[in-house]
Structure formats: structure tokens, C-alpha cells
């Protein structure tokens, strides 16, 4: 039986300057005719999600209460998310359940009891009522922890080589590898042939990716940082950033690294620099403070946002059904993800699991179970 309302994880800006996240009965709508209700089972908190729920809020300085969290933002975070003030946004970019009802289109009907995984938002609800053409079929055996986190990683590890292969670039520097995602792309870069250097910042990242199989590594914490980076840039010809730090001075030096690695190549001097192409792609904001870049990295370099969403519309829908193809394929190996702890929805608030997810830290994802 489909109730009329759910429990669903809701995040809003007020106007005293905090956020408040709070789990909120909402009225769950009936399907339309190429929409379907999945009963949520699993659903993980990724960067993009905290970016919602807390944004730059101090977590320190929250007040905790059963089922709600009252977090304080500085002026300029206030500022920063006026256009948002007083929505009651529901939270959660993807998940995954069972289909429990169907409008009346066939393609809907057709998923009818089907377990699948959807990229649609508001995934933190015991409910969620969804278009069938965001919906991804899970392979035969596999469960929703599996198909949870199908989308929003898997798609940008793909993402980042067709972006790749699309401007002609001889291989990856990433930035943040030790996360997730950072795991996820060793695999990937490795089945596939792409040459790929991994920079982390702590001498136990750097272990765990090389016992992943992982060729180039890099710690940014090292005193040979900038002479191991160049080694590993010149082994792999690798031109194209894609960086999950944002802000500070390690795109800059990376660049920089680069363009070394290319007057050397190139021989000749030339007061313009290395004709050698340099890209840079900011996916993340883990330092929200201003990329440093300095003036010895030539004229021949671009560094522009990358934004999945955007991305995968401008590879066009053969490239995308691809990749989806892919994560279908490949979901309990190359796309796998890991967590640190499942919760259920009902608990997600409570004081010791906020200050522990909100940290970021490398091997601390954590997996909502809206229906435990």
C-alpha cells in the first residue's frame, strides 16, 4: 500500500542566519503517467549532498535536538545562499529502492516491482516519486546498497575519461584520489588503459591506492612532492587536471608541473612558454577560498568548472547510454563503493553521526537506509 505522506530529510536557510535540517512528514503525490513510487532502501551522502544540507555551516556550534539540527552560517554564508532562503529543499542527489507503484504509462508500469537506482534528488525520504527516465534497472542479484550510489560517482569517473578522450588529452591528474571516487577512477583508468596520477595528501592515501594497483601516486604532504609529481607527469604525459580542491595553490603548481615537464621537452626556449596544451577542470570545493595560480605556467593552459549534470547533456544521449551501460555492467566491481557506516533515515540527525559525516574525511562515506 502507498501512503500519502513520507519521511523526508529537509534542509533551509532561515533568516537568523542558520540552516536547519530537520526530518520532515511531507505528502507523497500520486505517480503521473511516466512517473513511479520507489520505496527507498539505500541512498549515500556525497559532497554535492552536504553542499545542500549544511553548506558552510559551523557544525561546532550546532544545537541538536531529536529529528533537527540547528547549525549557524557566517554573514558571507548567509549571503552566499539568499537565493534560497526559506525553501524547505529536500535532500539526497541519488538512491536506490523497489518500485511500489506506477502511473499509467507502460514504461512505468514496466517497473513495476523492479528495483532500480534514480539520480532525482530528495533520495534522504522513505518514498520517492521519480520519472521513469531517470530510473536505472539494477543488474539480476544486485541489492540497493549496491545500486545505491550508481550514479553520481560512476558517472563522473566516466565522465572525466570521455572528457578526456572529447579534447584529445594524453591522461588524468586527480586531485582528492583517495576518496571514493578517487578509488573508483583507479579501477577504471586501469581497465581502460589511461594513464593516471593519483595526488592525495597523507602517506596512509598513498598506500591504500597503491595497494589498489595504482601506478603513480603522489603525496602533496611529501618534501619530494613537486619532484615526484614531475617524475610522474613526464612518465605519463598527463595534461588534463581534474581537481576536487578548488581553492589554495595545488592547481597552480600542478600547472606549473606541467609546463616544466614541457619546456623540457620542447628544447628550444621561448619567453611565452611550452606549446604543450594544459587543462584544468574544478570539480570540487574542498577549499572554498581562491585558486592561486602563478605566471610560470606559459599562455597555452585552461582551467574551467566541471559540473556533472551540464557535462553528460553535452556528451549527448548515445555517449550517455553508454556510460549508464557501463555502470550496469560494471556496478559490484569497477563502480563499487565502500562506507564507513549505514544508518537509518530516522537516525541521520542524531548528534554523533553529523559530526562524523560532516568531516569529510577519506573512508568516511555514509549510507542512508530510509526503510531500516
Known amino acids: 500500500m502507498v501512503p500519502q505522506t513520507t519521511l523526508v530529510l529537509t534542509s533551509q536557510v532561515q533568516e537568523d542566519g542558520k540552516i536547519v535540517a530537520a526530518l520532515t512528514e511531507m505528502p507523497l503525490p500520486a505517480p503521473a503517467e511516466h512517473e513511479v513510487v520507489i520505496a527507498v532502501e539505500a541512498a549515500p551522502i556525497n559532497p554535492s549532498d552536504l553542499g545542500l544540507l549544511f553548506s ?41 529502492g523497489t518500485v511500489i507503484a506506477a502511473g499509467s504509462g507502460a514504461a512505468a ?45 560512476p558517472l563522473t569517473a566516466l565522465g572525466f ?35 593516471l596520477v593519483n595526488v592525495v595528501r597523507k602517506p596512509e592515501q598513498a598506500a591504500l591506492l ?12 611529501s618534501p619530494t612532492f613537486r619532484e615526484d609529481l614531475r617524475q610522474a607527469i613526464e612518465a605519463t604525459g598527463a595534461d588534463t587536471v581534474f581537481d576536487a580542491i578548488g581553492g589554495g595553490p595545488l592547481l597552480g603548481t600542478i600547472l606549473s608541473t606541467m609546463e616544466q615537464v614541457g619546456r623540457t621537452a620542447a628544447g628550444a626556449y621561448s619567453r611565452y612558454g611550452s606549446t604543450a596544451k594544459k587543462r584544468a577542470y574544478v570539480y570540487g570545493m574542498l577549499d572554498t577560498g581562491p585558486i592561486t595560480l602563478p605566471r610560470d605556467i606559459g599562455f ?23 556510460m549508464q551501460a557501463r555502470v550496469g ?32 574525511a577519506t573512508g568516511a562515506k555514509y549510507l542512508i537506509l530510509p526503510g531500516a
Request: charged share 20%; glycine share 10%.
Open 109 to 153: 508500469q514496466a517497473l513495476l516491482g523492479k528495483r532500480v537506482a534514480t539520480f532525482a534528488g530528495g533520495m534522504y525520504a522513505r518514498h520517492r516519486v521519480v520519472p521513469v527516465a531517470s530510473c536505472l534497472v539494477l543488474p539480476e542479484g544486485a541489492s540497493a546498497k549496491d545500486g545505491a550510489a550508481a550514479f553520481v560517482n
Open 210 to 221: 597503491k595497494d589498489l594497483g595504482a601506478a603513480h601516486v603522489v603525496d602533496s604532504s
Open 329 to 360: 555492467q560494471d556496478l559490484t566491481t569497477l563502480f563499487a563503493s565502500a562506507y564507513k557506516a549505514q544508518v537509518p533515515l530516522t537516525h541521520i540527525l542524531d548528534e554523533a553521526v553529523v559530526r562524523d559525516f560532516t568531516r569529510r
Open 56 to 96: 558552510s555551516a559551523r557544525i561546532e556550534d550546532a544545537v541538536f535536538a531529536p529529528g533537527r539540527v540547528e547549525a549557524p552560517l557566517s554573514p558571507a554564508g548567509l549571503a552566499a545562499l539568499s537565493g534560497r532562503l526559506g525553501d524547505v529543499l529536500p535532500v539526497g542527489n541519488e538512491g536506490a
Open 161 to 195: 575519461v570521455e572528457t578526456l578522450r572529447a579534447v584529445g588529452g594524453k591522461g588524468i591528474v586527480h586531485t582528492a584520489a583517495a576518496s571514493n571516487l578517487g578509488q573508483m577512477l583507479v579501477r577504471l583508468c586501469a581497465a581502460d588503459g589511461v594513464a
Open 300 to 322: 597555452v593552459w585552461d582551467v574551467s568548472g566541471w559540473l556533472l549534470s551540464p557535462v553528460m547533456e553535452a556528451l549527448g544521449p548515445d555517449v550517455r547510454a553508454r
